[in-house]
């Protein structure tokens, strides 16, 4: 099982980043996928999450009206899409699976975890 993220990078706040996680070595239409991210010193923390069709899809609080999950079965890919990014944004985000209609947010919800990609958010 691999969960390979890319699209991180440095952006200015204010700016916008698209996240991908293309899967391989298991039936990715049958997993829900998440998005976890985690700064220097803090806890892991959930994202976002997606159903395995698609057709629910959850931000967290603070990324609400900034965020947007989506997937393509077809391409064994989830995205994450964020806008207006800020500072506290900063931090290592990863990509999750779990065999479920959709994962919940914690953590220990999900399967299988990819190695993550940084975002740091500059001022």
């Known amino acids: 099982v691999q969960l390979q993220a890319s699209g991180g990078g440095l952006v200015q706040a204010g700016g916008s980043l698209r996240l991908s996680c293309a899967a391989s070595?298991?039936?990715?239409?049958?997993?829900?996928m998440g998005w976890f991210r985690q700064a220097p010193g803090q806890e892991r923390e959930f994202v976002a999450r997606?159903?395995?069709?698609?057709?629910?899809?959850d931000c967290t609080d603070s990324l609400k009206g900034r965020c947007t999950i989506s997937r393509v079965n077809a391409k064994n890919t989830v995205y994450l899409q964020m806008n207006n990014l800020k500072r506290e944004d900063t931090a290592v985000y990863y990509c999750?699976?779990?065999?479920?209609?959709?994962?919940?947010?914690?953590?220990?919800?999900?399967?299988?975890w990819g190695q993550g990609t940084q975002v740091t958010v500059s001022s």
């Open positions: 999750t699976a779990v065999n479920s209609v959709i994962g919940g947010n914690r953590w220990n919800a999900y399967d299988y």
């Open positions: 997606i159903s395995r069709t698609g057709t629910i899809t």
């Open positions: 070595g298991f039936i990715f239409s049958r997993y829900a």
